[in-house]
């Protein structure tokens, strides 16, 4: 089954050696990830600042800087992961350096045929020349 971990944190609870290590501690979990078969994406996010929300009510679009909602966390990154059951995600989530300062929620993956899989889209956009991010 498939599990989304979103990591949150209060972005300023981090000084920029704490990111650059959390960032190299997550990228070696990636890496142990992958090669069980367990990752299949990851990436952190840009900050909070440099979200957009977009809404439709009654029809008309309207968009807004930053989050939905106002919050001490925010939604920092996320993995994206095949796990045999909620306990196993739960292992794997605990691994994540993030949870030491912040909340990782596990949501399972409801999977609806005809969308494509994480890895397809991600291969799709680098065959069409779109920019992806994403961490190895």
Request: aromatic share 6%; proline share 5%; net charge negative.
């Amino acid at each position: 089954m498939k599990y989304m971990l979103l990591i949150y944190s209060d972005e300023n609870a981090w000084t920029e050696s704490e990111r650059e290590h959390c960032y190299e501690e997550s990228t070696q979990l990636v890496g142990q990830l992958r090669s069980s078969g367990q990752c299949l994406a990851a990436a952190p996010l840009h900050p909070v600042s440099t979200a957009t929300s977009v809404r439709v009510r009654d029809g008309k679009r309207l968009v807004t800087d930053g989050p939905f909602a106002e919050t001490r966390e925010q939604l920092g990154g996320y993995f994206l992961i095949d796990a045999t059951d909620l306990d196993e995600a739960i292992r794997i989530a605990e691994r994540i350096p993030g949870a030491r300062v912040g909340t990782v929620e596990i949501r399972p993956v409801l999977e609806i045929p005809g969308l494509p899989e994480a890895l397809d889209a991600v291969a799709a956009a680098d065959r069409n020349g779109h920019s992806v991010s994403r961490r190895r």
